[in-house]
Structures are given as structure tokens and as C-alpha cells.
């Protein structure tokens, strides 16, 4: 299975943007890049997915590698809510594995 | 309907016990999920069932044993569980192939 390393910490002050990396040096090509965050006391929370291109939705933004081996998760401006931990995680059709993930302290 | 939900929230169990997790989701999805969570780790997957049958079982100790009685329903039998087993065990269903929806889990501890 491919895994994904990332920061095991980093912190930002509020209203700033983030940049949270992720590399997955062997990534497969049919691998998705999927990104979740987990609050404390809850189940991980979906964020962004893609395959090659750079994708946009209401909550990030996630940046690609062209050779796919890392990745950026991008959060346009922190708020305190955005504090938790980032997992990025590789998925083939069934299989979504996590990576040791982020915890993102956000300074007010 | 987006919410996975998972009971019991809490489990306290003997090593000689037997129990059980259930997970009931109504989003249509059918693929079904179980993780296991230990403090400060990611989740790591355990099962996986798709279409109401088993695809992955990521060689997990026989004390655990996933079912899927129908679409939407997923439980997970637990059965002479050691110390170690205690974790946040993390149901989660989707799609095949799209995003995961989690439920809030079950902690569990063995005693």
C-alpha cells in the first residue's frame, strides 16, 4: 500500500492562509489524494479529493504535484474552527488509507 | 439524510464478554467501513464491505467479526477482546470509489 507523510504540527494565526503538505512518493496512478480533518471527540469530516488536477470547493483548496508524489491542502483563511487534525490519505476504490496526519494549531 | 450513526457511543466490556457495534447509514451508499482508532493515531482500516459483501479484511484477529445485513446496515461482533483492543472503532460508508462519510464511533474499553 502507498502511504503519505506529512508535519506531525504546524500553526497558523487566524485569518492567515495555511498550506498543509503531503507526500506520497509512491502513489499508483489510478490513487485519489483524499483529505479529511478530525475535530477532537469525532469521526473524520471529508474535505477535498483529487486525482491529477488542482481542485476548488467551498472549503480548500487542494493543490497537485504533475507528478503526483505530493500534495498541498490549502486553507485560504484560518479560523479558529479550522483547528484539528489534517489527514491526507490515498484511496483506490475500497481501500482509503491514513496517513499519521497534521494537527493544525490556529492562534487567535 | 448525510449522517452515519453508530451505537453504542461508549462500551465498557470484560475479556470474556460479547458484544456488538452497529453502524445504519441511509444515504444509498454501498460501500461500509470499519476503522480502528488507538489515541493520537490515524484510523486504520479493518474491513470493508462492498455491495453487502466482504472485499477487504486487513487481517484482523478473528475476535472481531464484521456483518453486513443489508445495505445499510453494518455491525461488528466482538468476542474474548483483550486490553489492547480498547480504541475508537469508526464506521464509515460511501460511494464506491468517492468520499468517506464517518459516523462520531464507539469508544470502546476492555477491561
Known amino acids: 500500500d502507498a502511504k503519505t507523510t506529512q508535519p506531525n504540527s504546524m500553526e497558523s494565526n487566524e485569518e492567515e492562509p495555511v498550506h498543509l503538505p503531503c507526500n506520497h512518493s509512491t502513489i499508483s496512478g489510478t490513487d485519489y489524494i483524499h483529505w479529511y480533518r478530525q475535530l477532537p471527540s469525532q469521526g473524520p469530516e471529508y474535505v477535498i479529493h483529487?486525482?491529477?488536477s488542482n481542485v476548488n470547493n467551498r472549503m480548500a483548496s487542494l493543490a497537485i504535484a504533475e507528478d503526483r508524489k505530493s500534495s498541498t491542502l490549502i486553507l485560504h483563511r484560518a479560523t479558529l474552527r479550522d483547528a484539528a487534525v489534517y489527514y491526507c490519505t490515498l484511496s483506490g476504490t475500497y481501500k482509503y488509507i491514513f496517513g499519521t496526519g497534521t494537527r493544525l494549531k490556529v492562534l487567535a | 439524510d448525510t449522517e452515519v450513526t453508530q451505537t453504542p457511543k461508549h462500551l465498557v466490556m470484560g475479556m470474556t464478554n460479547k458484544k456488538s457495534l452497529k453502524c445504519e447509514q441511509h444515504?444509498?451508499?454501498?460501500?461500509m467501513y470499519w476503522y480502528k482508532q488507538k489515541a493520537k493515531k490515524p484510523p486504520e482500516l479493518m474491513f470493508v464491505?462492498?455491495?453487502?459483501?466482504?472485499?477487504i479484511n486487513e487481517s484482523v484477529p478473528s475476535r472481531f467479526s464484521p456483518e453486513c445485513p443489508n445495505s445499510s446496515l453494518l455491525n461488528l461482533h466482538l468476542h474474548a477482546l483483550q486490553p489492547e483492543d480498547s480504541a475508537l472503532y469508526l464506521c464509515?460508508?460511501?460511494?464506491?470509489?468517492?468520499?468517506?462519510?464517518f459516523g462520531s464511533g464507539t469508544q470502546l474499553s476492555v477491561l
Open positions: 464491505y462492498s455491495y453487502e459483501k466482504l472485499s
Open positions: 483529487g486525482l491529477t
Open positions: 444515504m444509498g451508499h454501498r460501500a
Open positions: 464509515a460508508s460511501s460511494q464506491v470509489g468517492e468520499k468517506l462519510f
